[in-house]
């Protein structure tokens, strides 16, 4: 019984550092594409420089630049669906650690309960011990 408790706790365990897990991966994710969408904003601006041209409608814009602005645009829209999955993912690691916790606390109350009653019975037998020795003297 004792170890099927425990390994509860070390599923629960598990589980919780999984969804820590896949929250860091998903926030580092966001990380490296923010960097890049900066890194094609700054192409898309030395673009326009070199054109002399911003506005995107213009016969001349440069289709490099108009590349460029839609895999940034698909950048942020990824970036977008990532923060969606990042707040489930912490709503789903929230959940895990509510669950371990509930496991956890179980397992410490059953773990004083038996210091306790270790402790009670100790005190029967030290008071058994007193008791002989009081009788026979």
Do not use: C, T
Not at 26 to 43: I, K, N, P, Y
Not at 47 to 76: C, T
Not at 85 to 92: G, L, P
Not at 103 to 124: G, P, T, W
């Amino acid at each position: 019984m004792m170890r099927n408790r425990e390994s509860l706790i070390r599923l629960h365990r598990f589980h919780a550092d999984e969804k820590r897990r896949k929250v860091a991966e998903l926030e580092l994710m966001v990380q490296e594409f923010r960097v890049r969408e900066r890194e094609l904003e700054a192409q898309v601006l030395a673009e326009q420089q070199k054109a002399g041209i911003s506005d995107v409608a213009h016969f001349a814009y440069p289709m490099f630049a108009k590349s460029v602005i839609r895999r940034r645009q698909n950048i942020l829209n990824s970036i977008e669906d990532i923060e969606r999955q990042i707040e489930v993912a912490k709503e789903e690691l929230a959940a895990a650690f509510r669950e371990l916790k509930k496991y956890e606390i179980v397992e410490d109350n059953r773990k004083r309960r038996q210091r306790r009653e270790a402790v009670r019975v100790e005190q029967i037998e030290l008071d058994e011990i007193a008791l002989g020795i009081h009788r026979r003297q």
